[in-house]
């Protein structure tokens, strides 16, 4: 069982550039949610993907953007960069939303300079 | 309201016991949860509780809930240097799809 893979583990970009994250759930998980985890912080609840639609989304700007796919298997994507989004971006699944087990990645290092 | 809260930092001597504390505000939440970081890697689910009970134990690891005062923690039996990392509380609400609202993390040093 491979768990939550994530991909890519780093990335550098810079301000105004547009990034895509990727990542496939645990098997027989459904639902993704991402996270973002700044330096010494905690993580936030971006959003969660369940049957291919956003069900919950946290206090981020619509900057952030994400897709499931039929697979399961989610992309978050984030437009025009802004320093202050440099951070670990992790992403969690479960089975069916609210469930007990949510299982994380090891995350995506994103650096914007 | 959503907030968690937790101690920043607790140093132990190998062996002892730890007891990491976290207190949340939302009654309304269904699950809590403890997850540790290792540095530079994402988060390990260690244990999590259904809030209608007061008490879970997995080998090393005994989680109590007081719903009373909305206070979690975690007891570490026998702390080993391999358990140096930081610990997070987090609490889940079921009625926001599952939606989990972390605290700060505490981190655990233990001295050998």
């Known amino acids: 069982d491979a768990g939550v893979t994530q991909s890519p583990t780093h990335l550098i970009k810079t301000r105004g550039q547009q990034v895509t994250l990727r990542c496939s759930p645990k098997?027989?998980?459904?639902?993704v949610s991402w996270y973002q985890q700044a330096l010494g912080q905690g993580p936030q609840f971006i959003f969660q993907?369940?049957?291919?639609?956003?069900?919950q989304r946290g206090n981020f700007p619509d900057r952030f953007s994400g897709h499931q796919f039929p697979n399961y298997s989610s992309e978050l994507n984030v437009n025009a960069l802004l320093l202050g989004d440099s951070a670990l971006y992790l992403c969690?699944?479960?089975?069916?939303?609210?469930?007990?087990?949510?299982?994380f990645g090891s995350g995506t290092q994103l650096s914007v300079l | 309201g959503e907030d968690v809260e937790q101690s920043l930092f607790l140093s132990v001597r190998e062996g002892d016991s730890s007891v990491i504390n976290c207190t949340y505000t939302?009654?309304?939440?269904?699950?809590l949860y403890w997850y540790k970081q290792e540095p530079g890697a994402g988060l390990q689910l260690l244990t999590y509780?259904?809030?209608?009970?007061d008490m879970k134990q997995d080998q090393r690891l005994t989680v109590l809930l007081n719903k009373k005062d909305k206070h979690l923690s975690l007891r570490i039996a026998d702390t080993q240097t391999g358990d140096s990392a930081i610990y997070f509380c987090?609490?889940?609400?079921?009625?926001?799809?599952?939606?989990?609202?972390f605290g700060q993390g505490t981190e655990l040093s233990v001295k050998p």
């Open positions: 939302d009654s309304s939440s269904t699950y």
């Open positions: 509780i259904f809030s209608n009970m």
């Open positions: 987090a609490e889940m609400f079921y009625n926001q799809g599952g939606k989990l609202i």
């Open positions: 098997s027989g998980h459904d639902t």
């Open positions: 993907y369940y049957e291919e639609e956003e069900r």
């Open positions: 969690a699944s479960s089975s069916g939303q609210g469930a007990g087990k949510l299982f």
